[in-house]
């Protein structure tokens, strides 16, 4: 089970108060193990770490690929690949992800066949 880091904070100074392990049982009921491992997260400032915040750097930029497609529209996966110098699966997949999809060309006319 996940403690907020409000509740570790309290268990930690209520400790550090001078209570005992008993009484710490009681009042938060978690063991003495549970305590020290908290106490040593807060000092190397674990419970201060923000998650989530900064986005993953990534090979392929979006708005980059977006403008080689708008510049270039007939390109080949191999030629935008050897532009980002990648994988032409990863541009698949990326222009999957921008919803960028293929050329949709009319059906061909069938002319006169007598």
Request: net charge positive; hydrophobic share 35%; charged share 35%.
């Amino acid at each position: 089970m996940a403690y907020s880091k409000d509740f570790v904070k309290a268990a930690v100074a209520y400790k550090k108060d001078g209570h005992t392990f008993k009484e710490l049982r009681e009042a938060f009921n978690i063991p003495a193990e549970t305590y020290y491992q908290w106490e040593e997260k807060l000092e190397k400032g674990f419970y201060d770490i923000e998650k989530g915040i900064q986005e993953r750097h990534r090979k392929i930029d979006r708005e980059l690929l977006k403008q080689a497609v708008v510049q270039k529209p007939d390109a080949y996966l191999y030629e935008l690949a050897e532009l980002f110098d990648c994988s032409e699966t990863a541009i698949f997949y990326m222009l999957q992800k921008l919803n960028i999809t293929l050329k949709k060309r009319p059906l061909p006319i069938v002319k006169n066949q007598n």
